[in-house]
C-alpha cells in the first residue's frame, strides 16, 4: 500500500514503497521524496561563493558533458507519481526520449520547466545522493532557491549549473542493470540512495547550460538539435 505523510510535507523527508514500474525503470521499490523548502530562500543564497554567479536567466537548454567533452541532451525523465505529486528528474535524452518542457528558466535561484503544467512545478532541495527534482503538485509548496549559473571564461551564451554553490559534483547514473535503464542526474553519488540507482555506473559530468534564442523553437530541440553543444 502505498503511504505518504501529507501533514510532514516541507518538514521531512518522506519515503513511499511503491510497485515495480515499466515507465521509471528503478531499480528498486523505494522512492524518497526531498525535505521541502518552508520558506523562499534568497537571491544571494543560491551563488554563495561563486565568483559572478548569476541568479537568473531567461532560457536555455541543459546538457551534461562527459570528461571526453562529448555532451549529451537532459530532459525532464520520470521519477515516479505519488498521489497527486509528480515527480520529475533530469534525465538523458536517449534514454527518456521525450522532451515536455524543451526550455528552462532560472529565476532567483530557481528552476523552473517551460512547458504544459510548468506553474504547478516546484524545484526540491537537493542533498548528497540525491537526484536533481522537480515535483508537480497542484497545491506546490515555496520552491528551494538553490541554483545558479556559472559563467564560462569567453562565452555569453553557456554556463555551469551549479546547486548549493557546488557545479562539479555531479553524475549521470542509471537506474538499472539493462543498456535502456534510464539515466539520471545525481548529485554527490551515495550508496544511500533508496535503490533509485546504481552507484557503480555513475560517471562526472559537468552541466552545460546554453541560453536559447527567441528563433529557437521547441521543435528543434525535441529532436536533439542541441545534443551536441
Known amino acids: ?31 524518497t521524496l526531498p525535505a521541502l523548502s518552508t520558506t523562499d530562500g ?16 531567461e532560457a536555455f537548454s541543459l546538457s551534461a558533458v562527459h570528461k571526453d567533452n562529448s555532451s549529451e541532451l537532459l530532459v525532464l525523465g520520470q521519477g515516479g507519481v505519488v498521489n497527486d505529486i509528480d515527480i520529475k528528474v533530469f534525465s538523458t535524452f536517449s534514454t527518456f526520449p521525450f522532451n ?59 554556463f555551469h549549473l551549479a546547486v548549493n554553490g557546488d557545479a562539479d559534483s555531479f553524475s549521470l547514473c542509471q537506474t538499472g542493470r539493462a543498456s535502456t535503464s534510464q539515466v539520471n542526474v545525481v548529485f554527490k553519488p551515495s550508496q544511500n540512495n533508496s535503490e533509485s540507482y546504481f552507484i557503480d555506473t555513475c560517471k562526472p559530468v559537468k552541466l552545460l547550460m546554453k541560453a536559447i534564442e527567441a528563433e529557437e523553437t521547441s521543435v528543434g530541440l525535441q529532436r536533439g538539435a542541441l545534443c551536441r553543444l
Open 100 to 158: 515536455d518542457f524543451p526550455t528552462i528558466t532560472l529565476d532567483s535561484g530557481n528552476l523552473t520547466p517551460n512547458g504544459d503544467d510548468s506553474d504547478l512545478a516546484v524545484t526540491a532541495p537537493v542533498n548528497e545522493g540525491d537526484e536533481l527534482s522537480f515535483m508537480f503538485s497542484m497545491n506546490p509548496p515555496p520552491p528551494a532557491s538553490i541554483y545558479c549559473a556559472v559563467p564560462i571564461i569567453d562565452s555569453k551564451e553557456t
Open 42 to 57: 534568497t537571491q544571494t543564497a543560491s551563488c554563495d561563493g561563486i565568483n559572478g554567479g548569476v541568479h537568473s536567466l
Open 1 to 31: 500500500m502505498l503511504f505518504l505523510a501529507l501533514a510532514q510535507l516541507g518538514l521531512m523527508a518522506v519515503t513511499i514503497a511503491l510497485p515495480p514500474s515499466n515507465t521509471t525503470n528503478a531499480p528498486g521499490s523505494n522512492i
